[in-house]
Nanobody
């Protein structure tokens, strides 16, 4: 059974950097496109970034510049690095598996909570 488990969230200060991780299991990670979504409090989930099986990344317009998605196929792990974190980055970050870049996810992790304080 495919499973995604995120970690790395917590309370951070504005301006800090933060790295999130997602460990995949139950499927051949290296063959799949992956992504990250963000859900701010009281809002819908929005895509942040996608990465294909070859490691090529794409970003939502709002994420360009401060966010970096990457993957390590050797240990089935997806990463999201956030620089200069801002209060609006507060929310839950979800790791997802996708059929195609920018497609709707087929598998979701349980999410990891990030809270940014001033």
């Amino acid at each position: 059974q495919a499973r995604l488990v995120e970690s790395g969230g917590g309370l951070v200060q504005a301006g800090d950097s933060l790295s999130l991780s997602c460990v995949a299991s139950g499927f051949t990670f290296r063959q799949w496109n992956m992504g990250w979504y963000h859900q701010a409090p009281g809002k819908e989930r929005d895509a942040v970034a996608w990465i294909n099986a070859n490691g090529n990344a794409e970003y939502a317009d709002s994420a360009k510049g401060r966010f970096k998605i990457s993957r390590n196929n050797s240990n089935n792990t997806l990463f999201l690095h956030i620089d200069n974190i801002k209060p609006e980055d507060t929310g839950t970050y979800f790791c997802v598996r996708i059929e195609h870049i920018q497609a709707e996810p087929t598998i979701w992790g349980q999410g990891t909570q990030v809270t940014v304080s001033l």
